[in-house]
Nanobody
Framework: QVQLVESGGGLVQPGGSLRLSCVAS????????MGWYRQAPGKQRELVAD???????NYADSVKGRFTISGDNAKNTVYLQMNSLKPEDTAVYYC??????????????WGQGIQVSVSS
């Protein structure tokens, strides 16, 4: 069994910063990538950023230059530093990881989601 646990969300004023963390634990044979998605009310879930274990990062256009994703392979942890936050960044943020599970191959796992609210 694999678990992803997110932390670091909350309420922040426009222009502020937050740092999200996600730790993967359990029966992890190998990990290919980790990332963050978000879902605002009435909208589809969208990719925010992801990063492979070799450090290759990918960002949504809407967050480029404001958000930075980083990972700690030894700790199976991914971080999302969010700066210059805007009200339109308000959403539930979900951690995602692609993990090699013996007998199942590469399997996507999701965290439970964490609320990020940007409002004055």
């Amino acid at each position: 069994q694999v678990q992803l646990v997110e932390s670091g969300g909350g309420l922040v004023q426009p222009g502020g910063s937050l740092r999200l963390s996600c730790v993967a634990s359990g029966s992890i044979f190998s990990l290919n990538s980790m990332g963050w998605y978000r879902q605002a009310p009435g909208k589809q879930r969208e990719l925010v950023a992801d990063i492979t274990t070799d450090g290759t990062a990918n960002y949504a256009d809407s967050v480029k230059g404001r958000f930075t994703i980083s990972g700690d392979n030894a700790k199976n942890t991914v971080y999302l530093q969010m700066n210059s936050l805007k009200p339109e960044d308000t959403a539930v943020y979900y951690c995602n990881a692609e993990i090699l599970v013996i007998g199942s191959g590469w399997v996507p796992y999701w965290g439970q989601g964490i609320q990020v609210s940007v409002s004055s």
